[in-house]
């Protein structure tokens, strides 16, 4: 902190501001200390930098006009990550036993998508992309099966694109929950995706040209995976040989959720699969946590949208 944040009038100002030095008026002690650090440390950044008139109100303008993109701002400034990392840190520090690892969930979700049977086709068939089957078992730390798991998957098209966020898409195009059988075996149809970017010319692509950075993910599969008397888990796997792979810039590549890809172009191979061109395959397997609380079993309280 320079000495003219931590000097005695702005400390008295910056006490004032946040309601620190009022302890007897009405609101939480925490928010308090929250509004007082976060001012604090605003405060510091422009005395540090040397910031001036119009540098200050030219950034509160960019943030104020960048606020649609306010998700993506959280994944590519490491938000959503460092979240991860605090989750993961906590678990460790509890002796959680660690099941399959959650990555972030980013801005594009949607809830509400179809309920389908294991072995269901998710893309809509109008993306020519290579064809994929994904498949796995739902399983507990005993490696035993659960049955009455749910995997909500959802995933860009051949352009990177998701679904309701891109018009031209069907409704719930390659967005499922698909009902894991009573072996815990789950399994769909798809297209392999591509990578995404974020929107040029946007706040965040700004943002990120500003400091150097590329707005690419590489191409990855989202996954909530779901069960009565476990853990939500929140993760990704990640398409193997994406040149993106471990340069994310949402830093949501883990080890341990890069499933190999197998290409498989045997006729035998490809007719059995009911398809009619070589296709990918990939075999991934979810362990979940029990649930200590009936709290852990349920999504965060993010705002999501929710069609149905
Ligand atoms: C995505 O598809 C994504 O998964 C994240 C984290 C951010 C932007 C787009
Ligand atoms: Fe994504």
Same mark, same amino acid.
């Given at each position: 902190?320079?000495d ?9 100002f910056?006490?004032?501001i946040s309601g620190?030095?009022n302890?007897q008026?009405e ?5 308090k200390?929250i509004?007082r650090?976060i001012?604090a440390?605003?405060?510091?950044t422009?005395?540090?930098f040397?910031?001036?008139e119009d540098?200050?109100?030219k950034?509160?303008?960019?943030v104020?006009a960048g606020?649609p993109?306010f ?10 990550h460092f979240?991860?990392v605090?989750?993961?840190?906590k678990?460790?520090a509890a002796?959680v036993p660690p099941g399959?690892?959650r ?10 998508? /179809?309920? !389908? =049977?294991s072995?269901?086709?998710i893309? %809509?068939?109008?993306d $020519?992309g290579?064809a994929?089957?994904?498949h796995g ?6 490696g035993?099966p ?5 995997v909500?998957v959802?995933?860009a098209?051949t352009?990177g694109?998701y ?5 031209s ?8 929950r698909?009902k894991?059988?009573?072996d815990g075996?789950y399994?769909?149809?798809?297209i392999?995706?591509?990578?995404y970017s974020v929107?040029?010319?946007?706040s965040?692509?700004?943002i990120?040209k500003?400091?150097g950075r590329?707005?690419?993910?590489p ?10 008397g ?8 990640n ?7 471990h340069?994310?810039?949402a830093?949501?590549?883990r080890?341990?959720?890069? /499933?190999? !890809? =197998?290409?498989k172009s045997?006729?035998? %191979?490809?007719?059995? $699969? ?7 395959q990939?075999?991934f397997?979810f362990?979940l946590?029990p649930?200590s ?9 993010r705002?999501?949208?929710l069609?149905?």
């Amino acid at each position: 902190m320079t000495d003219l944040t931590t000097s005695p009038d702005i400390e008295a100002f910056l006490d004032k501001i946040s309601g620190v030095d009022n302890p007897q008026a009405e609101g939480a002690p925490r928010t308090k200390q929250i509004v007082r650090k976060i001012i604090a440390d605003l405060f510091d950044t422009i005395d540090r930098f040397d910031v001036t008139e119009d540098e200050f109100w030219k950034a509160l303008n960019f943030v104020a006009a960048g606020a649609p993109e306010f998700g993506l701002w959280a994944a590519g400034l490491g938000f959503e990550h460092f979240l991860d990392v605090r989750m993961d840190l906590k678990d460790a520090a509890a002796g959680v036993p660690p099941g399959t690892p959650r990555t972030i969930e980013g801005p594009l979700y949607v809830g509400g998508a /179809p309920l !389908v =049977e294991s072995g269901a086709r998710i893309d %809509d068939g109008s993306d $020519a992309g290579e064809a994929l089957i994904m498949h796995g078992h739902v399983r507990d730390l005993d490696g035993k099966p659960v049955p009455g798991a749910v995997v909500d998957v959802w995933h860009a098209n051949t352009k990177g694109n998701y679904s309701y966020f891109d018009p031209s898409q069907s409704d719930y195009n390659m967005r499922r929950r698909i009902k894991a059988d009573a072996d815990g075996r789950y399994e769909f149809r798809s297209i392999v995706p591509s990578g995404y970017s974020v929107p040029p010319g946007g706040s965040t692509d700004q943002i990120l040209k500003a400091v150097g950075r590329h707005g690419n993910r590489p191409a990855h599969i989202h996954f909530f995976v779901r069960a009565p008397g476990f853990r939500h888990l929140t993760t990704q796997i990640n398409i193997d040989g994406d040149p993106f792979l471990h340069d994310d810039f949402a830093y949501a590549t883990r080890d341990d959720l890069i /499933p190999p !890809v =197998e290409r498989k172009s045997d006729p035998a %191979d490809i007719h059995a $699969a009911g398809l009619n061109a070589p296709f990918a395959q990939i075999a991934f397997d979810f362990t979940l946590t029990p649930a200590s609380q009936a709290q852990e079993e349920v999504l965060s309280e993010r705002p999501r949208v929710l069609v149905d």
